[in-house]
């Protein structure tokens, strides 16, 4: 049985598409650190920063020049902004892999030009579900 060349070619597809999810998320758990910050431990991805966008001047165009400077000035890059409500989220990611949130993110919360600066916390799927949680 000979197999036809469309269906070698979308199985070639298929494997690579499928390879390169396995690397994004490989090379997204080499980020992952866990440490203390302000007395709390925190599992968190060394190279990206949530920042809240001060409500007041997001429309300004001056603001978000400044911001997007001291984003740049910083080694970093914006990953993307979103509109939750009534906040505008930016979300960062260093740029030098030596960079590390937690020694980087006290010198964005000084700035004043974020409401709120968090560092990305890690989400694990099995922390919500614990086996040994009583069920009502």
């Known amino acids: 049985m000979k ?14 598409f ?6 994004s998320i490989s090379a997204q758990t080499d980020q992952i650190r866990t440490g ?6 925190v599992e968190y991805f060394k190279n990206k920063l949530t920042l809240y966008l001060d409500r007041s001047k997001s429309a300004d ?4 020049e400044q ?7 910083h080694g970093a890059k914006l990953d993307s ?8 989220i930016a979300e960062i ?4 892999t030596n960079s590390d949130a937690i020694k980087i993110i006290d010198d964005f919360k000084e700035s004043e030009l974020f409401e ?10 099995n922390n919500f579900f614990d086996p040994d949680e009583t069920k009502f």
């Open 116 to 125: 709120y600066v968090y560092l990305m916390g890690v989400i694990r799927l």
């Open 18 to 23: 499928f390879l390169s999810q396995i690397y």
């Open 93 to 96: 990611q260093f740029i030098d």
């Open 81 to 88: 902004i979103s509109h939750v409500s009534i906040w505008y």
């Open 67 to 73: 911001v997007n400077n001291f984003i740049i000035q």
């Open 61 to 64: 165009s001056l603001y978000l």
């Open 36 to 41: 203390i910050y302000e007395g709390e431990y």
């Open 3 to 16: 197999i036809p060349v469309k269906y070698k070619f979308t199985f070639f597809l298929f494997v690579l």
